[in-house]
């Protein structure tokens, strides 16, 4: 069924609960994703069952990158995949989430944005060869699942990349972005954004052998102030009824990209899904518009949610633990599944106020709580590099028994 409105009194209560209403805010037609899932659903029954015990390897674009290699061929980008994927699958790990769109660049070839820096050292220039392709197939050989990252916004910070190319979408339409002190993001609130955002979602899953794709906790800039206020007032302007506070008109932006992406992803793929990884600590999510309960609890946004839980079970601002069962307090809408993220990066480190330094076994404590929690399907672990770290070799030594 499609909807074309809803009345503006009604979205006081039901403001960001459905991806229905939040579509309506814009008097715009959705298709509700739960319609394509269900007509996909003997295709994918099997896909999303195998999901039920991930144990996931983030590689991010730094553990990717070819930029500083003297040798930046398709060759030593292959060799150095297959060694990354054959460290994780003999460790245990059955799933690589590789970032694949750091900086509003692709690492494949894509026909909304330029090939990233960090396969030749230039935004844009062609490498030669198809990273993701390459990945997907080193994957599948070792009998391993890849969900394609992808930052949704971002298009620099703290002047990464240096350079962007001049196919770069933000060169080429400067309107449709916000800048703050820090970085430079798509605008949100623009529909030319979620449209560019959406169609190059589906363009991976429909072009590649991935198994699914997992937005990041980016969202808005959490240094925004009044970068949007005309966007705002825009909106504020051909409002009729009640109007949103600038807080939930932002949430609202945010969701409704989600929604749309989530429908992306099942309009043009039988097998892959849907997922977002928010930051662990509620409050941060706030701060970022990052609307997590209605993610968790209402159908249409994604088919799952892994909390960046990376906090030490002692970390006295707050512990994994807590962290944890504030997550678990949600209620899952549906088939959407609850992964926890897992910290490697920290272990053996000072963080979390010296909690980590002088223990060895905190990986393997937090996965043995995750392993008894009925509400959680999995782990992923931040990242790849923590996996080759002397500092953390106790730790992930340790965490490996349980796998």
Request: proline letters at 3%.
């Amino acid at each position: 069924m499609m909807i074309k409105r809803l009345f503006p009194a009604i979205f006081s209560a039901v403001l960001l609960v459905s991806a229905f209403a939040v579509c309506a805010l814009y008097g715009q037609d959705f298709q509700p994703v739960t319609q394509t899932m269900n007509e996909q659903s003997a295709d994918s029954a099997d896909a999303k069952a195998a999901d039920t015990d991930m144990k996931g390897v983030w590689v991010t674009y730094m553990e990717l990158s070819m930029e500083h290699e003297e040798d930046k061929s398709e060759k030593a980008f292959t060799n150095k995949f297959e060694t990354i994927a054959e460290n994780c699958k003999n460790a245990g790990f059955n799933t690589l989430i590789v970032q694949v769109r750091p900086f509003c660049d692709a690492l494949y070839k894509s026909a909304y944005f330029p090939y990233s820096h960090i396969l030749t050292g230039t935004q844009g220039k062609d490498p030669g060869y198809d990273p993701l392709k390459t990945m997907c197939g080193i994957c599948r050989g070792k009998g391993l699942k890849i969900h394609a990252w992808v930052n949704p916004y971002r298009v620099t910070y703290n002047n990464v990349p240096e350079k962007l190319s001049e196919n770069n979408p933000y060169s080429a339409d400067k309107n449709t972005a916000i800048e703050t002190d820090t970085t430079t993001v798509l605008d949100p609130s623009s529909e030319k954004t979620r449209k560019l955002i959406s169609d190059g979602v589906a363009e991976i899953v429909k072009n590649y052998d991935v198994d699914g794709v997992q937005f990041d906790d980016y969202f808005y800039p959490v240094d925004i102030e009044s970068q949007d206020i005309a966007q705002y007032n825009a909106y504020r302007g051909k409002a009729k009824g009640e109007v949103m506070t600038l807080e939930d008109w932002r949430k609202a932006n945010v969701n409704l990209l989600i929604a749309e992406c989530c429908a992306a992803v099942h309009r043009n793929s039988k097998k892959a899904v849907f997922g977002i990884s928010p930051q662990g600590n509620l409050e941060n999510n706030a701060e970022l518009y990052a609307d997590v309960k209605s993610w968790c609890e209402v159908s249409g946004y994604c088919d799952y949610i892994c909390p960046q839980i990376y906090f030490s079970l002692e970390n006295p601002a707050l512990g994994f633990e807590e962290a944890l069962g504030e997550w678990c307090g949600m209620e899952l809408c549906g088939n959407v599944k609850m992964y926890a993220g897992l910290a490697g990066y920290k272990a053996g480190t000072d963080d979390d106020e010296g909690t980590w330094e002088y223990s060895d076994d905190i990986l393997y404590k937090e996965y043995n709580i995750l392993k008894k929690n009925n509400k959680i399907s999995g782990f992923m672990l931040y990242s790849y590099s923590s996996l080759l770290s002397d500092e953390a070799k106790k730790e992930i030594d340790n965490l490996k028994k349980l796998m």
